[in-house]
């Protein structure tokens, strides 16, 4: 298993090669292609009722759990490339946690399509947009403070059978009152981001969209040099959230079926039937760096290359901006 990891031809280390879908040895160039990522093979859907026996615990390599003291984040690596600080927000200020063996195993991995380089020329390009920004920010932010990790992502498939009422209507004088009108809707990869150091943050979460269908087996060859965010969210509350979510999206439709374009007094109760799941991995880059005593986090999704980050605002700035308008 870990001898999968290392150079057959120089004894070094492999590692993911974003963009690729292969493992590459850094000191002498050799490639190797991963089976599983460049397979066509669809990650299977496994039974939600049935998770607590059934779900897999395998991670197929050994694993280094580490907790972060600085940010808090749990994090899974292979034990043979861990690095020793957290791929969260770098920080060396972690411990090292039991392997516990409860904890579920990825299903699916979608594989690094942005490599390094494109994570930084996009950063620097988003902050040059950052016209508020301080000046020094640019110059102060760090390139090759760039982190790739996974985050843990799992996705919902059901049956729904709605039942609906409500007052609808095209405009104020066209109304009409639906009484337990019925509909079904099969739901498709529903996703929700099991990261709560990314759901905390809605600007964070905004580059959270993954085409799922470009997800592929887990194999740990995609994790060399690349960890895990262990779960903060398990997959039990991941249900709650999406059910949340799901009556949202079931009203919206119910609205579509009636073709309105006003509704109040909406009662819509929901049913699921055959529920399962995916417990995918899903690829990010990170950087955060330090202004003025406070920690600021961008993430960049490493499949689309969005970005999104927190950032200070300087009022320096905005006076010399609103000068250069007015005169
Ligand atoms: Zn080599
Ligand atoms: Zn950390």
Not at 212 to 236: C, K, M, N, Q, V
Not at 256 to 282: D, F, G, P
Request: hydrophobic share 35%.
């Amino acid at each position: 298993m870990a001898s999968d990891m290392k150079c057959p031809s120089c004894g070094g280390t492999l590692t993911f090669d974003p963009g690729w879908d292969r493992l590459v040895c850094g000191f002498c160039g050799y490639k190797k292609p991963i089976p599983e990522l460049v397979s066509k093979i669809v990650v299977p859907e496994e039974d939600f009722d049935a998770a607590n026996k059934l779900a897999s615990r395998d991670w197929k390599m050994e694993k280094q759990i580490v907790h972060c003291n600085s940010c808090g984040a749990e994090t899974v690596n292979s034990k043979l490339q861990f690095s020793g600080t957290c791929p969260f927000c770098g920080s060396s200020n972690i411990l090292p946690i039991d392997d516990r063996n409860e904890i579920l195993a990825p299903n699916g991995i979608i594989p690094f399509k942005i490599r390094e380089k494109r994570a930084q020329f996009i950063f620097k390009e988003w902050l040059g947009n950052r016209s508020l920004a301080p000046e020094k920010l640019s110059k102060e932010a760090d390139l090759s403070e760039f982190r790739g990790l996974y985050i843990p992502y799992f996705t919902f498939d059901c049956e729904t059978k709605s039942i609906y009422s409500g007052k609808y209507g095209s405009d104020a004088t066209h109304c009409w009152t639906v009484e337990n009108k019925e509909f079904d809707k099969f739901i498709d990869d529903f996703p929700v981001v099991a990261s709560k150091k990314l759901t905390e943050d809605r600007l964070l979460m905004s580059v959270a969209n993954y085409r799922t269908r470009d997800a592929r087996p887990y194999t740990p060859s995609a994790l060399a040099g690349f960890p895990a965010e262990h779960y903060s969210i398990t997959l039990g509350e991941a249900w709650n959230i999406a059910m949340n979510e799901m009556m949202s999206y079931l009203r919206l439709e119910a609205y579509h079926l009636e073709n309105a374009r006003i509704q109040s007094n909406v009662n819509l109760t929901s049913s699921y039937r055959n529920l399962k799941y995916k417990y995918l991995l899903v690829p990010m880059w990170v950087n955060s760096f330090e202004y003025d005593g406070k920690r600021y986090m961008i993430v960049i999704n490493g499949q689309t290359g969005e970005i999104a980050g927190q950032w200070p605002r300087s009022f320096d700035t905005l006076v010399k901006r609103a000068l250069e308008i007015f005169f």
